[in-house]
């Protein structure tokens, strides 16, 4: 099973549209947040189930807040981050994703891509698809490929501009 993660479009969908033409076999969509009024066109193209959160910018939209999903052997926190402090630190984030017993949390907000373990929590952040932030300012999203024993291996990707 293949999960794309995404984040940040803030309702500019041309790069989603991009990964999703290159990205094939595609089983599930993850998007944290700040869709900016998206999410319907999102799930009416995505060819896939779509599950989203709502983002900081995310003024009217039915999306949750959170949410946790389970792919594989492992419950996964998702939240667009804003309101866990991820600008200062993990801390809060983590001990969110514990009370929620996952082993993974995935978050927007930064625009800064990273796949990170901390004190036994995989942190994953795919960066922003529009409005990146990290040094060479390339869009940015993520692969999870669930392998047939549950496992789950994650893969950062870049669009090429």
Not at 33 to 62: K, Q, R, W
């Amino acid at each position: 099973m293949r999960i794309l993660v995404v984040s940040d479009t803030h309702g500019y969908n041309d790069n989603l549209m991009e990964v999703l033409e290159r990205e094939k076999n595609i089983s599930w969509m993850l998007h944290l947040g700040d869709l900016e009024g998206s999410e319907h066109m999102i799930e009416n193209t995505a060819p896939c189930p779509v599950t989203m959160v709502a983002g900081n910018n995310d003024y009217f939209t039915t999306a949750p807040m959170e949410a946790v999903v389970q792919f594989g052997k492992y419950r996964i926190f998702m939240t667009h981050g804003h309101k866990y402090g991820v600008n200062y630190g993990m801390l809060r984030l983590k001990m969110a994703a514990r009370e929620r017993r996952c082993k993974i949390a995935i978050y927007g907000h930064t625009h800064r891509p990273c796949i990170d373990e901390e004190g036994g929590i995989t942190i994953i952040n795919p960066g922003s698809l529009t409005y990146p932030r990290q040094a060479d300012r390339r869009p940015s999203y993520i692969v999870m490929d669930v392998d047939d024993s549950g496992e789950i291996a994650f893969t950062l990707k870049f669009l090429e501009e």
